[in-house]
């Protein structure tokens, strides 16, 4: 189908410009990108190009429409924007102050640009110095999960699907980098109840809390070795205890009881009889 064609379903016929961009975009994707092994037909790559040529000229497009004409899910659609856009190498531009306004959360800005830049000098603070030139912080993605997490953090509303959108990302790529922000920025981007000190937790420390003989005696609990007062907890388990023996043995007593005073007998089964009875006839007198 012509690009013009497509462009008329989203009343964008009148824009050569994007159409010519476009068109730009469809020839590129032949050329560098194998949409088919995505599963992406000729009609959803040329909407998607419109898309794509749309937003980098700010034009507005309405996507629940692209869904429609290219009969995917809205899942399946994303994925596939975000793998041709990714494939041909075209990437998007977010701003975080434009992000802010979006969202409606202006004072996160500063905190957002902080944490961006600490992260970047401490990721290449990791990386050997063979590897810091090659490393590329320019992707949107990184940009989105800045916001996204000092949002969260913030406990402030961002609508994460819509960042991934922004960002021509994938949830799987979202998620990596937002690990790796949360790891080496806990201090801007984490959260109070994430926060785990390597020092201090040991195994399932929060499965040991749980039971509070099995906390250490600094921490609250009660120690095995020592004379102490035992702590409420085994006071009740050993109440709990007593009680139970209590009940066994006068149940046991009960039952001994009761034998001694009716004990078994064996009744004889009475013996069947299946003649049939015939009823007797009274004969009167002549």
Known sequence: MDMSEIAKKFGLSESKQLIRKASELRRLADIQFNSSIIGVGEICKAIICLEIAASRMEIIFDRQTAIKLSGMSEKAYSRSFNSMQNGIGVKNKLDVRELAIQFG???????????LSLYKGRFLTSLPSSRRASTDFTRPVFTAVAFYLCAKRHKLKADKIKLIELAGSSESEFSTVS???????????????????????????????????????????????DGEEPSAYKKRKQMDARAYDEWKSAVLQSN?????????????????????????????AT
């Open 256 to 284: 001994n009881t009761g034998k001694a005073k009716a004990p078994a007998k064996r009744s004889r089964q009475s013996g069947l009889n299946f003649v049939k009875k015939v009823p007797e006839t009274s004969v009167e």
């Open 179 to 225: 690990t790796s922000m949360k790891d080496l920025c806990f201090d801007v981007f984490g959260t109070t109840k994430e926060k785990k000190d390597p020092k201090e937790v040991k195994g399932n420390r929060e499965l040991l809390n749980a039971l509070p003989e099995k906390r250490r005696f600094e921490d609250g609990g009660c120690s095995s070795d």
């Open 105 to 115: 959360c202006i004072r996160l800005i500063p905190f957002v640009l902080k944490g």
